[in-house]
Each structure stands twice: as C-alpha cells, then as structure tokens.
C-alpha cells in the first residue's frame, strides 16, 4: 500500500506560481508513473500531466508552456510547478500514482489552488 500526500496549495494571484509536492510512503516509488490531476468547482476530474518510470513527460493543452511536471525518486516526490497561474487555474489538484504491470493505483487526498485577486 502506498499512501500519497499533496502539498503546496494555496491563494495566489492571476500571474503567480505555486510548486505542488506529492510524497509518497513506501518504497519502489521509481516505478509509478506519476499522474497530476485536478478538479475545479462544478467540474470534473481533468488531468493535468504526467512523468512516467522513465521520466517522460506529458501535459493537457490548457497548462503546456506554464506547468512542469518533475520527480525525485531518491525522495519520493513527485512535483508540479505552476506559472502564469490563471482564475480557471482553480481547483483541487491530486497526485496519482500507477503501475500497471501491478495492477497499482494510488491517490492523494488533494490540495486547493486557489488563483484570485
């Protein structure tokens, strides 16, 4: 069993950045693939991005250019920076980790982005 915890969120104003953390318990972390999802009020779960065992990466359209997506294995994070931080930026974000040769798939419990004036 694997737990994941989000960290990171909070208030910030249209242009800024935040950089979500999620850390994950247990060991073999390096062969997750690290999912970022999120969702808004009213709305559903969308993702957001993903590095993969390899450390590929790839992103939603809506936040390529502004988000990167990173990992640390030796730490067992998973990270994502934000930039250029948007109203329709807000929502809750959750990371997920997934192995499918296992048949592993884990979530956190999320942390608020909150992006306002």
């Known amino acids: 069993q694997v737990q994941l915890v989000e960290s990171g969120g909070g208030l910030v104003q249209p242009g800024g950045s935040l950089r979500l953390s999620c850390v994950a318990s247990?060991?073999?972390?390096?062969?997750?693939?690290m999912d970022w999802y999120r969702q808004g009020p009213g709305k559903q779960r969308e993702w957001v991005a993903r590095?993969?065992?390899?450390?590929?990466?790839n992103y939603a359209g809506s936040v390529k250019g502004r988000f990167t997506i990173s990992r640390d294995n030796a730490k067992n994070t998973a990270y994502l920076q934000m930039i250029n931080l948007q109203p329709e930026d807000t929502a809750v974000y959750f990371c997920?980790?997934?192995?499918?040769?296992?048949?592993?798939?884990?979530w956190g419990q999320g942390t608020q982005v909150t992006v306002s004036s």
């Open positions: 247990g060991r073999a972390f390096s062969i997750y693939d």
């Open positions: 590095i993969n065992s390899g450390g590929s990466k």
């Open positions: 997920n980790a997934r192995n499918g040769e296992f048949g592993f798939d884990y």
